[in-house]
């Protein structure tokens, strides 16, 4: 299986994290029932199971929000990005945005191999909104 990264963003502790997006570039005003959409999308995620270390921050507000990882079989996201769509009007690719528009539903029996999961990330690395 292979998932496409989405909603890391640069900033926080870790090094690694320089190589991501800058959340500031996603902020953009759309509609709060595109908005609605897409977090009831998320919220209909399979759960990754493995968590990681400790509490991922808001790059905003600070507040914790989460250390796990949800998948649609598609994207690969942490469980915090929501927040962001959410509280901080983020909003993201195309590309992904039409896979909400056309009311895909997420398999909640989906089975995820993690031996043999590969995880794109050069994908969202590129990605830029404004």
Request: charged share 30%.
């Given at each position: ?6 909603g890391y963003?640069n ?8 190589k ?5 570039d ?13 977090l009831?999308y998320f919220e ?10 400790g509490?991922?921050?808001c790059?905003?507000?600070g507040?914790g929000?989460?250390?796990g990882e949800l998948?649609d ?10 927040h ?8 993201l690719?195309e590309?992904?945005l039409k896979?909400?528009?056309?009311d ?5 029996n ?6 043999a999961?590969?995880?794109?990330t ?7 909104i404004?």
């Amino acid at each position: 299986m292979r998932l496409r990264l989405i909603g890391y963003w640069n900033g926080g502790y870790d090094q690694e994290n320089e190589k991501w997006p800058d959340p500031k570039d996603f902020i953009s005003d759309f509609s709060l029932v595109d908005r609605q959409k897409i977090l009831s999308y998320f919220e209909t995620g399979v759960r990754m199971p493995y968590e990681a270390g400790g509490l991922s921050e808001c790059r905003f507000c600070g507040k914790g929000i989460g250390s796990g990882e949800l998948t649609d079989g598609h994207y690969l996201w942490p469980e915090g990005l929501p927040h962001y769509i959410a509280e901080h009007s983020l909003k993201l690719p195309e590309e992904f945005l039409k896979l909400i528009n056309y009311d895909n539903k997420i398999d909640s029996n989906l089975y995820i191999d993690i031996e043999a999961l590969e995880i794109d990330t050069l994908w969202w690395e590129n990605q830029k909104i404004n």
